[in-house]
């Protein structure tokens, strides 16, 4: 099974994300380790470990210039604290996976409005 750019992860800590989505610097340090625990994701990474590195190389700005949280259950905690905080401007009410950065980012937008 070869994996591709659009393959999704079924394990580690980056599971359910689009390879194209994980971020670089856990790839490189899997080819760095030779981390076989996905034998898989070791192919991949080692077949495509140039244009991982480039592609880091070319990053010297953030991606979004949103507030990004490494996983769900991370943005979702801070939603619910700043849920509880008492504040007259318009508040969060959900969290949702950014689809440049890979990362979790706030809304306060209702989900209708991207219908």
């Given amino acids: 099974m070869d994996l ?8 580690g800590k980056h599971k359910f ?3 194209k989505n994980v971020p670089k610097e856990y790839l490189i340090t899997i080819y760095e ?3 076989p625990f996905c034998p898989y994701l070791l192919k991949y990474v080692n077949k495509n470990i140039e ?9 010297e700005e ?3 210039s949103k507030q990004a ?6 943005a979702k905690q801070i939603l619910f604290e700043i849920n509880n905080q008492t ?4 508040k969060p009410i959900r969290v949702y996976e ?5 990362n979790y980012h706030l809304t306060s937008k209702p989900l209708t409005d991207y219908d």
């Fill in 87 to 90: 504040q007259k401007h318009k």
């Fill in 51 to 59: 244009q991982i590195k480039h592609k880091v190389a070319q990053i």
């Fill in 4 to 11: 591709t750019d659009n393959s999704i992860l079924t394990i």
């Fill in 17 to 19: 994300k689009l390879l």
């Fill in 69 to 74: 949280y490494f996983n769900e259950k991370i």
């Fill in 33 to 35: 380790n030779q981390n």
């Fill in 62 to 64: 953030p991606i979004c």
């Fill in 98 to 102: 950014c689809d440049k950065c890979g």
